[in-house]
């Protein structure tokens, strides 16, 4: 230690701090909120509306809207701040503070360092073209690049210059998505207490006035969920399933708190309240996780059964009613949601009385599949593009985009003629339903 001057080590530190400086300078260049420009998916293609900034008369660009566009795996080593884009074909590595990039391991110099601000790295622009060339298109004048999703399909031939006209768009739903028709709610899956449906239609009309027949006044489901569970009531009705009568539908998580604690309260009796939880979780769903915070599912019975002790159980299935809901509800976008086969993957037991509201293709494509929710969604992850012809001749578009890391201002859109449908699928992944 003696031998080091202190002269020395303060030039040394005085080194470091310089160095540390210019550093953070150059590390902050934007604001990275204004310069991240925006993610769209406009049914067809996905595009990214860019923010251009120059760094030394550099053009620069977002790294992670590259990688979203290439729908590449993105990851970044914290340490040696290495930055590795993986595509199915091509390997792009880059490193913040550095020159040096490679594509397929062939070494490319960059007019300007790859640099950082916030949660953000940028590369020059005309890195980027290059480096997604043959999966990307640019129009440099309008700051857009665009892609399809998985371009491979040879049955998905998108006239890519008319979307670009569509600008600027007629609907654009922000970073608050309402709740896609596919959300997947279980012990896994849990939903944010704070969580509660954006609209919600009730049983009775404005004069109190049953529009369904139910158990209470108070039941409402979603919009879109009662509609077609009117239709479904009514086609029942003339297939000699008279007697349905709707049990429970929205719950609030405090609701289903509620009644989570009274079973526990009921099983305590006998049991510790410890075993008393488990025992209660698979009778009740524990708050946060059931459907029925949704608006999307429904409990539903025989008006004979309701006058019974246990109006919801396995006899249900066995009524005409149970049977004939089995069979037809799909024509209306329904899908029994846990059946016997299925225990092992939902962890829930058999409940014929229990629908669930996934809109029309994917109810039926669920029953031609006899996939439950969680398979189905897994397949349609694999698969990452479908396109399906109803019964009825309508021909739906079903997209999986996975855009890593998860864009918070993806935003969907659609000319208003078009159903579409917008479900997140775990962090970074969305299920996007086009139909006509
Ligand atoms: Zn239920």
Redesign the pocket.
Known sequence: MGGIPIKKLLLILLIIILCMGSLSHAAIPVNASSEKGQMYFDGSSLLYKFNRFAVNETDMISVQGLSALLFAQYSQNPSNKKIKISTETDSIVLQIGSKTAFINEMEYQLPVPVISSGKTVYVALDFAVLASSGQVEWDLSKNIAFTMPYPTLENHIIERGEHLTQFPYQTIIHSALPLGSLTLVSKDHPMSSEYIPSALSSVIDKNGRYVLPAKVKSVKLHPAALDALKKLFKAASSGGAKNLIIS?GYRSFQDQTYFFNKKINTLSRGLDLKDARIKAATIVAPPGM???QTGL???ITTRSLLRTAVP?SATFGNTPEGKWVNENCWKFGYVV?YQKEKTKITGIIS?P??LRYVGIPHAEIMKETGFCLEEYLEYIKKEKYIKYTTASHKTYEIFYINLIPPFENLTLVSDSNSYTDITRYGKTSYIVTKGS
Do not use: G
């Open positions: 429970s059931s459907e029925h599912a429904v409990d919801l949601r409940e009385w229990h």
